[in-house]
C-alpha cells in the first residue's frame, strides 16, 4: 500500500467521522486487491480505479454509520453481490454478527475467500435467493438490521428484507438520491409486510454529486408467513 493510497482512505475516514485502525485499513487494501484479481475472471464489479472503489463501495458502503449504531447487532446483507455494504460494515463493526447473501454462487465463493484472507469472524457468505431464505425458519424474523443496496425497486425489495428483520428491528436499503416516486410506490408493500417508514436521510458523496438516500424502515408487526412469496413473484408482481 503506499503512501497516496493510504491518504486517500485517511481523507475518506475521516469525511466518514469514523476513527480507522491501522489494522482495519490493512483488510481494505487486501479487499481492494482481491476485488481487482477476482474481477479477472468473475464478474465483480465495473469500477476498479483505487480511488472510485474507496469511495463509491466502500465509504458508500459505510455512509450508514451516519445512521445507525451497527456494532453488536445482528444484521443480513441481501443481494451483497461482491460484498457490499456487508464487508465494509463489517471491517468496522467487528462485533456485529453478519450474514451476506447472494443468489450468485461465483460471488459466494469470492466472499468465502474474503473472509478467510481478512480473518473475518461473525460472519457468512449463504448462497440463496433472498424469497427462500425469508421462508428459511433459521433466517425468518431474526436480524435486527437488514441492509440491501443496488438489488430491487423498493416494493420488491420489501418482500424480500422485511421477512428476515425482528420486530423492532430496521431494514435499511441504500437508493438512489431522488427516491420519491419509489417510495409512493411501495408504501402499501411496506406496510402490509409489517413496515413502517421513519425518515429518510439523504447524503452525496465527499466532493462528487453522487447522492445517496437511506430509507429507514422499522418491523413494527410481524410478516404474514406467506411472504416472501416464491422465487420470482416480487420481482414480477411486486405487492402494490
Ligand atoms: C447489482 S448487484 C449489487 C451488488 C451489491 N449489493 C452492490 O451494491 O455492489 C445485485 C446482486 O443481487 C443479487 N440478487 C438479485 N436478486 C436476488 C435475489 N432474489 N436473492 C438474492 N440475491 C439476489 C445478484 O446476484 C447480484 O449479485
Redesign the pocket.
Known sequence: MTTNNIDILDKYFNWLEIDVKDEYKNKFFAFYEMLIEWNKNINL?AITDFNDVILK?FVDSLLITKVVQLDNKKIID?????G?PGIPIKIINPKAEIVL????NK?VNFLNEVINKLELDKIRAVH????DIGQNRIYREKYDFCV?????NLATLSE?CLPLVKKDGYFIPYKSGEINDEINNATKAVKILGGKIEKVPHFTLLDTDINRSFVVIKKEKKTPSIYPRKAGKPSKEPLS
Open positions: 464489479t463501495h441481501i443481494g451483497t453481490g461482491a457490499f447473501v447472494d443468489s450468485l460471488r440463496s435467493r433472498a424469497e440491501s443496496r443496488a438489488v430491487a424480500y
